[in-house]
T-cell receptor, first 113, second 109 residues
Framework: DTEVTQTPKHLVMGMTNKKSLKCEQH?????MYWYKQKAKKPPELMFV???????INESVPSRFSPECPNSSLLNLHLHALQPEDSALYLC????????????FGPGTRLLVL | KNEVEQSPQNLTAQEGEFITINCSYS?????LHWLQQHPGGGIVSLFM???GKKKHGRLIATINIQEKHSSLHITASHPRDSAVYIC???????????FGEGTQLTVNP
């Protein structure tokens, strides 16, 4: 199983809403990542979890709050987002932190109204 | 100047043509990745290279470390190859991937 799954596929939320994005992998990978991708741009790294601990936070605003409940799951909690946060949010995992091939999920397309 | 430059930005080909996408980088790297992204978003990792050449099906990736250059070739291109192809490097001094801007490939039947 080389799959990274993400739910939901699409999400529309208002600026006062609280929502969560979920990511799951069962490859035994010990590193998981959140990326943000705007249209026609490459992905931008947001967070890296290494052995279930946050190891990199790329100066992401606090309205994005990551959580890694266990080695297979990664959440991204969203609160008080802005319209400019509308983007594709991609989760990825790799066997070791920041090494090797990163396997990407299909992404959650987020629209903030 | 970006640390990772891809060319061309856009490429249109006829089915069956041989396609080359280029990636140049300006930093020391430990690995270079080629990724494919279809409309709808999901990214597939095609190759990870640190030297030489790799082949998978109709795809071939090469890297020249001295020239800081990599190419992705697609032989006998097919409309299903239409996607954005992204080059990404892992710097030797850093710990994260640096992405190129991507090449939009369209293969017409």
């Amino acid at each position: 199983d080389t799959e990274v799954t993400q739910t939901p596929k699409h999400l529309v939320m208002g600026m006062t809403n609280k929502k969560s994005l979920k990511c799951e992998q069962h490859m035994g990978h010990r590193a998981m990542y959140w990326y943000k991708q705007k249209a026609k741009k490459p992905p931008e790294l947001m967070f890296v979890y290494s052995y279930e601990k946050l190891s990199i936070n790329e100066s992401v605003p606090s309205r994005f709050s990551p959580e890694c409940p266990n080695s297979s799951l990664l959440n991204l909690h969203l609160h008080a987002l802005q319209p400019e946060d509308s983007a594709l949010y991609l989760c990825a995992s790799s066997q070791a932190p920041l090494l090797g091939t990163q396997y990407f999920g299909p992404g959650t397309r987020l629209l903030v109204l | 100047k970006n640390e990772v430059e891809q060319s061309p930005q856009n490429l249109t080909a006829q089915e069956g043509e041989f396609i080359t996408i280029n990636c140049s980088y300006s930093v020391g790297i430990s690995a270079l990745h080629w990724l494919q992204q279809h409309p709808g978003g999901g990214i597939v990792s095609l190759f990870m290279l640190s030297s030489g050449k790799k082949k998978h099906g109709r795809l071939i990736a090469t890297i020249n470390i001295q020239e800081k250059h990599s190419s992705l070739h697609i032989t006998a291109s097919h409309p299903r190859d239409s996607a954005v192809y992204i080059c990404a490097v892992r710097e030797t001094s850093g710990s994260r991937l640096t992405f190129g801007e991507g090449t939009q490939l369209t293969v017409n039947p």
